[in-house]
């Protein structure tokens, strides 16, 4: 027989000091001490993460600002304290599409048109034109709370942080009167979504009386 004959013994695997390590190391803490050090690193994030939502200042946490280049080549800025707002309103094209539904509580998306649309516009100038740095609008088609696919005009409209969005959605009640749910995309984060219950023509009237005071 031949020297060189080998046989079929298996050859031990070597593993290095890290995957030694790694390999008797549970992945849950198993003393007391490794529990301790968890709890407290565990208790550390969620600390930070509470005085982020609630203490951070507001432009350290909003999700969108704007940039304002001016024409005079002057460095350009961001706007703070503003946020985002976007919203449906029914048009012609609307009145068609909902013209089978047997649903009272859409009524009120029927019959509209390009001119009510405008009056809105004209609401918007007068009731939050304090509040509002301006706003956007065009035809969409899509399908909300009725089911419904229909059409009508998405709006985006650019606010202070002295109109929170709750307040803006009383203004839309109260020109649409809508009888069923109404949904509004807040992009952005509103100054601590505090409740407003001032519009533009209570800002002028305090204004007003302040006048007359002094």
């Known amino acids: ?19 030694e390590t790694q390999k008797n190391s549970p992945l849950w803490p198993s003393t007391w001490l490794q529990f301790t050090s968890f709890l407290i690193m565990l ?8 005085y982020y939502l609630r203490f951070a200042n507001d432009h350290d946490r909003r999700a969108i ?19 985002n707002l976007g919203f449906w309103t029914p048009d ?21 048109s390009e001119d009510k649309n405008l009056k809105f516009e004209e609401v918007l100038l007068k009731r939050c034109g304090d509040h509002m740095l301006g706003w956007r609008r065009h035809p969409i088609v899509g399908l909300g709370g009725s089911r419904t696919r229909k059409h009508g005009q998405w ?22 009167k809508p009888r069923s749910k109404v949904y509004f995309e807040v992009v952005g984060r509103p100054h601590r979504m505090e409740p407003f219950s001032t519009s533009s023509e209570g800002v002028t009237k ?3 009386g302040d006048a007359e005071k002094k």
């Not at 027989?1 to 995957?19: A, E």
């Not at 704007?66 to 706007?79: F, V």
């Not at 409209?157 to 020109?175: G, M, R």
């Open 155 to 176: 709006w985006t409209v650019t606010l202070h942080d002295s109109i929170t969005p709750q307040d803006f959605a009383e203004k839309y009640k109260e020109f649409w």
């Open 92 to 112: 012609e094209l609307t009145d068609e599409d909902m013209a089978n539904s047997t649903d009272s509580n859409y009524d009120w998306q029927k019959g509209s």
């Open 1 to 19: 027989m031949s020297d060189n004959t080998s046989d079929n013994t298996p050859v031990p695997q070597v593993l290095s000091p890290i995957m």
């Open 206 to 208: 305090a204004k007003d």
């Open 65 to 83: 600002s704007m940039l304002i280049a001016t024409p005079d080549g002057k460095e350009p800025g961001y706007t703070e304290n503003s946020y």
């Open 43 to 50: 208790a550390v994030c969620l600390g930070g993460l509470v």
